[in-house]
């Protein structure tokens, strides 16, 4: 199979990053090389994101997370793709470089792109609703939606957060909490 072309560059945080992600498609990289993203690196990421479009995808884990959410202060809406951490579940450690070549593919398929926040759709009542938040099975229900949506677990806020700045469509939310049902 002939690999899928991505014209934005693709920020991980090293280069086994690259080396997978090279693997699974032609692509080309800026590396951050950590969570101490430096001042360069921040204009480089500028650089392309004016020119080419970029996106981010670092590893499901604390790290990867204060990677993303310093460049998205920065850079609000720049597009991001995630890989959940079972499917970057490696022997030594969670990160993209343990994802299946399919997993990768499909990440930087449903790429994201936040919005501002002008009005809530999804408010604190909804998330109760659905029994994301405030049932002792809340957590297990917001690990199947994420997974399901492909936006990185969250807790309850965050959640909230997530689907408000990417314009989740309720109906897609009740359409996979849904699947649940089917499963009890």
């Known amino acids: 199979m002939e690999k899928p072309v991505i014209h934005e560059v693709i920020i991980v945080e090293g280069r086994d990053d690259t080396r997978r992600l090279k693997e699974a498609l032609i692509c080309e990289t800026i590396e ?3 969570s101490a993203i430096n001042e360069r ?3 480089e990421i500028e650089v392309a994101l004016n020119t080419r479009g970029a996106i981010i995808l670092t590893d499901p884990d604390f790290p990867g997370h204060k990677i993303r959410t310093e460049i998205l202060k920065r850079f609000p809406h720049i597009k991001e793709a995630f890989i959940s951490r079972q499917k970057a579940k490696g ?3 969670i990160g993209v470089e343990h994802a299946s070549i399919e997993d990768i593919r499909s990440s930087l398929k449903n790429v994201l792109v936040n919005h501002e926040i002008n009005e ?3 408010s604190n009542e909804d998330m109760q609703l659905w029994g994301l938040s405030g049932r002792v099975d809340s957590k297990a229900r ?3 939606l994420t997974a399901g949506l492909n936006i990185g677990y969250a807790n309850a806020k965050q959640l909230k957060n997530k689907l408000n700045r990417y314009r989740i469509d309720k109906e897609e939310i009740n359409s996979i ?3 649940l049902k089917k499963d009890e």
Request: aromatic share 0%; charged share 30%.
């Open 177 to 179: 909490l849904s699947e």
């Open 32 to 34: 951050t090389n950590g």
């Open 142 to 144: 917001r690990e199947h």
């Open 120 to 122: 809530e759709t999804i």
């Open 41 to 43: 690196t921040m204009q």
């Open 91 to 93: 022997r030594h450690g």
